[in-house]
């Protein structure tokens, strides 16, 4: 099972955000979406940063509400771990385990065509398993 295939399932839509969005707009647009990360992007297809939950969390405890007029800019994460759609879905759940992030955005020839969560990994994961329970019983039953 590819990135493709979850993709495939739940779009390629990316909600992105620009690097001067102040971060009062920024949790309008995370509640608006129900969604935890954006991609920061000054042009819809570079990836030019990610900002979720947690980097508004932490600033919030360190710097006070004064944050939310700050642009997000501020409190992103410059250094994003992308992925492609050829990667295996194991690599993905490493990648995000390993590296205690729960979203990657899917890039081809440097443009965004995706975002994966941990949770979508998790029910194609899921769905896979079950699929292949549900073949060995199957066997085992003789209805296969
Ligand atoms: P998350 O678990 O996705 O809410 O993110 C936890 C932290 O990792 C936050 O500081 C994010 O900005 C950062 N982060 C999230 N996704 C990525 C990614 N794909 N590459 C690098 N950093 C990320």
Redesign the pocket.
């Known amino acids: 099972m590819r990135i493709s295939d979850v993709l495939r399932a739940k779009g390629d839509q990316v909600v992105t955000v620009a690097p001067d969005t102040d971060v009062a707009r920024l949790l309008a647009v995370l509640a608006e979406h129900r969604i935890?990360?954006v991609v920061v992007s000054r042009d819809g297809a570079a990836v030019d940063g990610?900002?979720?939950?947690?980097?508004i969390v932490?600033a919030l405890a360190t710097r006070g509400a004064a944050v939310l007029a700050e642009p997000v800019a501020a409190i992103?994460?410059a250094?994003?771990?992308?992925i492609s759609p050829d990667a295996s879905l194991a690599e993905a759940e490493r990648m995000m385990t390993e590296?205690?992030?729960?979203?990657?955005?899917v890039v081809v020839d440097g443009r965004l065509s995706g975002i994966v969560?941990?949770g979508d990994v998790v029910k194609k994961r899921i769905d896979e398993l079950e699929d292949e329970r549900s073949t060995l019983t199957g066997y085992i039953t003789g209805e296969r």
């Open positions: 935890g990360a990610i900002v979720s939950e947690r980097d932490r992103l994460t250094e994003v771990r992308t590296r205690r992030f729960r979203h990657v955005p969560s941990i």
